[in-house]
């Protein structure tokens, strides 16, 4: 504790910081219950999509093999496809933390290569890997908003246990100590005052 000098101004100073303190870590303490909160809910989404992806990269694999099981290799189709530029990020805030909203528009299913040299199978695995795309978009806006969920926590938790344990408890020591100052200046000037009106009789 740094030591400071026993004024009533100071006590007052004091009494306000601690007072300050206190409403920082109630703050910090709620900040924190919210992000949790958020996270846990963002963790279960994660695995529910997660689940589906897997799902979803086994059936396009699938569907991909059965095509060039039958059309040979498939890989000169995949040049026709254009470069999805649908793909856009924008950012929301929870409790001052920004969160990234990851939005990959829709289009509706266009062929891009010849019918008389593709089959069924080739449409299958075409729109199965849109349903991939789809979902690994979901998937990468809700790790990134967990991974800075979970840093803004740690942050909040240090901060709120500075406050807890270091700066509340250095308040209400200062506090204590110019207290017992004060008191003890007043007993001595009462003591003096005792004194002077014994000597004036």
């Given amino acids: 504790m740094a030591q400071i000098f026993p004024t009533k101004s100071n006590l007052i100073a004091t009494k306000k910081s601690l007072r300050l303190a206190k409403l920082g870590y109630d703050l910090m303490d709620k900040k924190r219950t919210i992000l949790i909160r958020e996270m846990m809910g963002l963790i279960d989404g994660a695995a529910s999509i997660q689940a589906r992806i897997d799902e979803t990269y086994a059936q396009a694999y699938a569907s991909l093999q059965r095509a060039n099981i039958s059309l040979g290799n498939c890989e000169q189709y995949a040049y026709g496809v254009p470069v999805d530029e649908t793909l856009t990020l924008s950012n929301r805030s929870v409790m001052g933390v920004e969160l ?102």
Avoid: C, W
Wanted: proline share 3%; net charge positive; no cysteine.
């Fill in 100 to 201: 990234p909203t990851v939005t990959l528009t829709a289009e509706p299913f266009a062929l891009h290569y010849g019918l008389g040299s593709t089959n069924s199978q080739l449409d299958e695995a075409v729109l199965q890997f849109g349903r991939v795309k789809q979902l690994t978009a979901e998937l990468a806006e809700m790790e990134s908003s967990v991974y800075r969920l979970a840093v803004a926590i740690k942050k909040t938790q240090k901060r709120a246990n500075a406050l807890q344990n270091i700066l509340i408890p250095q308040f209400e020591a200062t506090i204590r100590f110019i207290s017992a100052a004060l008191e003890e200046k007043e007993r001595e000037d009462f003591g003096r005052l005792k004194v002077i009106k014994a000597q004036k009789k």
